[in-house]
């Protein structure tokens, strides 16, 4: 066991504060990594304050993990000392189901094992990024390429594959007219990725006061949703609409900007559960959906294909300090586009 200090709700909705964590010793397939950066997701902040139901406290938040091994155990064969990582919004599953060999292993039917708020195999609760190290079987570690710095790829670990999987199991690309619902911590990485992949990017905001945000981001265009003549002008426009926002929205409104068989894919996780006229559906073969992350290889591809394109994260580097403060600002929409922990100041 190595002691190792972190940042912890010590109960739902108080203030995180510094404390100490044990982690396990290495294992034969276990990489020690040293943490040195961490993002920080809307969806800590939800289960820290237990918005989405109960949860295991004291909490160490974090699924945006970059950093650096330190150790390898005897039987891992993927990763060496040195090299540069990274952990997502997973670090175990059954890998004997369908799901798992199938390369979901977010979708394991006897339940994955995220990265913090739940419990591994050892019976023990896991605990996230907010921490100096992490150790982490070497099947839920993948390696950053060298094309991005670290600080800006924490980020990619769960904004990245939230809205690159996505967009590339729907068709994002050329030819395609794709919406991204919000220009926040995951919309402004779905604006980044849809224009690599070729599709022709709508931004659908509350205000125009990000637009030239958006458009430097890679939008083509960008619309404000608090004005009705955006329904109007848009109705029947896209191929696919992305909302990657965590409050409550009209969907019926929304499903009317799709063409016929058109798809709006959810990524945002409201902590409120929605209304919806199924005609909205019916009425022109659509599809309302939803996505949750990826599997470690697509996780990879999707490493791969952002240092290609150079796409790394929008970041605000804070103090671990100054959590707390980075959890009100990112709950009145006051960061762009992602708070990132620099983990040397735990």
């Known amino acids: 066991?190595?002691?190792?200090?972190?940042?912890?709700?010590?109960?739902?909705?108080?203030?995180?504060?510094?404390?100490?964590?044990?982690?396990?010793?290495?294992?034969?397939?276990?990489?020690?990594?040293?943490?040195?950066?961490?993002?920080?997701?809307?969806?800590?902040?939800?289960?820290?304050?237990?918005?989405?139901?109960?949860?295991?406290?004291?909490?160490?938040?974090?699924?945006?993990?970059?950093?650096?091994?330190?150790?390898?155990g005897p039987g891992v064969t993927k990763f060496k000392v040195g090299?540069?990582?990274?952990?997502?919004?997973?670090?175990?599953?059954?890998?004997?189901?369908?799901?798992?060999?199938?390369?979901?292993?977010?979708?394991?039917?006897?339940?994955?094992?995220?990265?913090?708020?739940?419990?591994?195999?050892?019976?023990?609760?896991?605990y996230g990024g907010y921490s100096q190290k992490v150790v982490v079987d070497e099947n839920f570690t993948v390696?950053?390429?060298?094309?991005?710095?670290?600080?800006?790829?924490a980020?990619?670990?769960?904004?990245?594959?939230?809205?690159?999987?996505?967009?590339?199991?729907?068709?994002?690309?050329?030819?395609?007219?794709?919406?991204?619902?919000?220009?926040?911590?995951?919309?402004?990485?779905?604006?980044?990725?849809?224009?690599?992949?070729?599709a022709e990017v709508t931004v659908l905001s509350q205000s125009l006061r990000k637009k030239d945000d958006g458009l430097k981001l890679g939008a083509d265009h960008y619309y404000a949703t608090s004005d009705p003549k955006t329904f109007e002008d848009l109705a029947g426009s896209f191929d696919l609409i992305l909302s990657t926002v965590s409050a409550p929205l009209d969907f019926g409104a929304y499903l009317s900007l799709l063409k016929t068989g058109g798809a709006l894919v959810n990524v945002g996780a409201p902590e409120e559960p929605i209304g919806l006229n199924l005609f909205s559906l019916i009425g022109g073969n659509k599809t309302l959906a939803g996505?949750?992350?990826?599997?470690?290889?697509?996780?990879?591809?999707?490493?791969?294909?952002?240092?290609?394109?150079?796409?790394?994260a929008e970041i605000e580097l804070i103090r671990a300090d100054q959590i707390n403060e980075a959890y009100e600002r990112v709950l009145a929409s006051d960061v762009r586009y992602r708070f990132v922990i620099d983990t040397a100041t735990i």
């Open 1 to 72: 066991m190595t002691t190792v200090a972190a940042y912890a709700a010590p109960a739902a909705k108080a203030p995180l504060e510094r404390t100490t964590i044990e982690r396990r010793a290495v294992g034969e397939f276990d990489v020690l990594i040293d943490i040195e950066f961490a993002g920080i997701c809307h969806s800590d902040i939800h289960q820290a304050r237990e918005g989405w139901g109960e949860a295991i406290f004291p909490m160490v938040p974090g699924h945006e993990i970059a950093g650096v091994v330190s150790e390898v």
């Open 83 to 126: 090299d540069r990582v990274g952990v997502g919004c997973l670090v175990d599953s059954c890998r004997e189901c369908a799901n798992c060999k199938a390369g979901l292993e977010q979708h394991c039917t006897a339940g994955a094992v995220g990265t913090y708020n739940a419990v591994g195999k050892d019976g023990e609760p896991t």
């Open 143 to 153: 390696r950053i390429p060298d094309g991005l710095s670290l600080d800006v790829a």
């Open 155 to 198: 980020p990619l670990l769960c904004a990245g594959i939230t809205t690159y999987s996505p967009l590339k199991h729907w068709g994002a690309g050329p030819g395609k007219k794709v919406a991204v619902i919000g220009l926040g911590g995951l919309g402004h990485m779905g604006v980044k990725i849809a224009h690599a992949l070729g």
């Open 291 to 312: 996505s949750m992350i990826g599997g470690i290889a697509e996780t990879q591809e999707m490493l791969d294909f952002c240092a290609e394109h150079s796409l790394g």
